[in-house]
């Protein structure tokens, strides 16, 4: 598959503009001079990666973007950002003097990704791909094939990693807590 025959159709042009609105809010992350500014770019970039996700039918995956990485992820960068106090950090412009050799070494990384991207024959993708999976007698999508496998294959490796989780989230909050207690 071409170049030219990834931009055919709606689905293509709805991947480019997800794509680049993307990538622009991933450079707000950085560019941002607020960290809650910063948090909310990093939102913003998480949902349209799982929107991606969605448009390639990847349901499942763009569902768990949204619920892992928007929801649970966002929430620890808030916690982080409201516990750091970004007053007391220093307001020194730390990347003001970087532009320059940014946009020198742009062309530098484009250029072979451009290269490989329109020279490289992609692999034909098949239209019904083998994300569905027979269920007792009814055949269902990726999404329930992996909920199936996950819930009944993996049960027990799946309850000791949330087991995990939820220790490291009283861990944050007993140590975030306790370095709260010594700033007052």
């Not at 992350?29 to 990093?42: D, E, K």
């Not at 892992?68 to 220093?90: H, K």
């Not at 199936?148 to 975030?176: C, K, Q």
Request: net charge negative; aromatic share 14%; hydrophobic share 60%.
């Amino acid at each position: 598959m071409t170049g030219e025959a990834l931009l055919t159709g709606t689905a293509g042009w709805l991947f480019v503009i997800f794509s680049v609105l993307a990538l622009a809010s991933a450079i707000a992350v950085i560019v941002a001079r607020s960290p809650v500014h910063s948090a909310l770019f990093l939102l913003l970039s998480f949902l349209l990666v799982a929107c991606i996700f969605i448009l390639e039918q990847a349901e499942f995956v763009g569902a768990v973007q949204i619920l892992v990485y928007a929801g649970g992820i966002m929430v620890l960068f808030l916690f982080v950002v409201m516990l750091v106090n970004p007053r007391t950090i220093a307001t020194a412009k730390t990347l003001q003097h970087q532009w320059d050799v940014a946009l020198v070494l742009f062309p530098f990384f484009l250029l072979p990704f451009l290269y490989i991207l329109w020279t490289e024959k992609f692999p034909d993708v098949p239209q019904n791909p083998d994300a569905f999976r027979t269920v007792g007698t009814h055949v269902v999508g990726n999404t329930e094939a992996v909920s199936w496998v996950l819930f009944r294959d993996y049960l027990v490796p799946f309850e000791v990693a949330s087991v995990f989780l939820l220790v490291a989230m009283i861990g944050a909050v007993v140590l975030g807590k306790r370095s709260l207690e010594k700033m007052d």
